[in-house]
Nanobody, 122 residues
Framework: VQLQASGGGLVQPGGSLRLSCSASGSIFRVNTMGWYRQAPGKQRELVAAFTSFTSGDTTNYTDSVKGRFTMSRDVAKNMVYLQMDSLKPEDTAVYYC??????????????WGQGTLVTVSS
């Protein structure tokens, strides 16, 4: 199983970016899927996640992104998206996709994408 994240880049404050993450491989079912980020010199933090990928239940968004970031998913494609609007310099971080996936061996495993860098700067 692989997670492939994309969509990062350099954007000016107030701008927008849309991150995408796809899960591929021997997947029976995606259990949870979402986004973390790690800013320079800081610990990795949860941005938001689907606690049930199938039903769409989510965690709360981390306070600093509420009202600006929106997470969505495509169940058929095993993809999750993060629409980031009104970006601020403090949103600068490497954004990681994370998923808990049930394989055909009927065991759950946690997977991480490679990370995509978001830089918010003028």
């Amino acid at each position: 199983v692989q997670l492939q994240a994309s969509g990062g880049g350099l954007v000016q404050p107030g701008g927008s970016l849309r991150l995408s993450c796809s899960a591929s491989g021997s997947i029976f079912r995606v259990n949870t899927m979402g986004w973390y980020r790690q800013a320079p010199g800081k610990q990795r933090e949860l941005v938001a996640a689907f606690t049930s990928f199938t039903s769409g239940d989510t965690t709360n968004y981390t306070d600093s992104v509420k009202g600006r970031f929106t997470m969505s998913r495509d169940v058929a494609k095993n993809m999750v998206y993060l629409q980031m609007d009104s970006l601020k310099p403090e949103d600068t971080a490497v954004y990681y996709c994370n998923a808990n996936i049930l394989g055909f061996g009927r065991r759950y495993f946690d997977y991480w994408g490679q990370g995509t860098l978001v830089t918010v700067s003028s």
